[in-house]
């Protein structure tokens, strides 16, 4: 009896050494496939990311080329909107010094601002180099600059005379550069 116990369960080994056998086999067959199809979906692909690359145009946004244009968004107006939004908000809280030009920023922080904008907007993938990207952060840069002297200025121009207002009129009632009381008031 315990030989038969014994044949039996050698029995089972082996049919499930067979299995065994037939599954890896089966396997080593879908790994193949699977490596065939990742090689042509490769160099398929390869083609494509060509073919949708935008290179660089000569010349800078606003100077040589308008942006909008060369970004393929002409039609798309919002969508270029959204993207600029991004950016602006991405240099402020990738923590890009307004104040300096973009040559003077830190790489790394340009690199995480690319990365990031190309994440919430898989359209900047399309830009070698990050190019679009790179144009949309130098105009902001040049126009918040601009901006702030802009401001600069003003407020220096109220500090050296503040007794004028913005109409050019003065504030005081008299010579005397004294506010007079109005008597309704009291």
Known sequence: MA???????QNRVNEQEAELQWLKADLDKALAAKRDMECHVAISSVGKNEQDTIDKPKGSAGNGFALIDEMELQDKRQTYLNIQCTVRALCHEGGLNLQRMYCQQSTRDLANIFEVAKKCHPYLNR???????????????????????????????????????????????????????NPDLQ
Do not use: C
């Not at 030989?3 to 369960?9: E, H, N, S």
């Open 3 to 9: 030989t038969a116990v014994r044949q039996a369960l």
């Open 127 to 181: 830009f070698r180099n990050n190019w679009a990207a790179v144009e949309l952060v130098k105009r902001y840069l040049a126009n918040h600059r601009k901006h702030t002297r802009m401001l600069e200025q003003l407020i220096a121009s109220e500090v050296d005379d503040p007794a004028t207002g913005s109409s050019g009129e003065s504030l005081t009632g008299d010579a005397s550069g004294e506010v007079p009381i």
